[in-house]
């Protein structure tokens, strides 16, 4: 299993507006709750770190868990992560607690969650071998969706991610247009 060029862009690009926002204050367009520039944040937040130690603690999963995703179900990738990023955000605007939430820990929330999901929806072989692989690497993650001392964790971005992914999975259960066909 190979890093996907895409894949590689996207966590380039995250690193690139890193950078940027080392010289404009561009974390300031994150999710803020219930309110109208907040919103911007439902598509930014993902792309904004609040330091170099959180855009590299998001690094490897993304890197790990989007090959995993794309390798094993390459046309629902950009549905997932599309999915994952826009209702996650949403569900944050909606229901989260008023902070400024930025990350990409939601998108990788919701692909540990659709990859466990989808396993055991598709009821094969190979995609339940990846779930039981998946929950078994990642498993620990559960403890970030329930609220923590460290308000400055978005643990309702961890949840509504999670949410997103197993959402995302139920919706594209009856798509075949996974790469394992046959298993």
């Given amino acids: 299993m190979t890093f996907n060029k895409n894949i590689i862009l996207f966590v380039l690009l995250l690193y690139a507006i890193y950078i ?4 404009i204050p561009i974390t300031k367009f994150g999710i803020v709750p219930r309110t109208i520039d907040g919103l911007i944040g439902v598509f930014t937040a993902p792309f904004l770190h609040r330091g170099i130690w959180h855009l590299v603690s998001n690094t490897i999963p993304l890197l790990v868990l989007l090959t995993v995703l794309n390798h094993f179900y390459p046309k629902k990738t950009i549905s997932v992560v599309l999915f994952t990023v826009l209702a996650g955000g949403i569900l944050v605007w909606i229901f989260a607690r008023k902070a400024n939430h930025i990350g990409a820990s939601g998108l990788i929330y919701g692909l540990v969650a659709f990859l466990i999901a ?12 990846v779930s039981i692989a998946i929950a078994f690497v990642y498993g620990g993650l559960i403890w970030g969706v329930f609220p923590s001392l460290r308000s400055y964790i978005s643990w309702e971005g961890h949840l509504f991610g999670a949410v997103s992914g197993v959402l995302s999975a139920f919706l594209l259960k009856n798509k075949r247009i996974s790469k394992i066909h046959s298993q």
Avoid at 20 to 23: C, E, H
Avoid at 118 to 129: A, C, H, Q, T, W
């Fill in 20 to 23: 940027v926002g080392l010289f």
């Fill in 118 to 129: 989808n396993g055991f929806l598709e009821r094969k072989l190979i995609p339940i071998l």
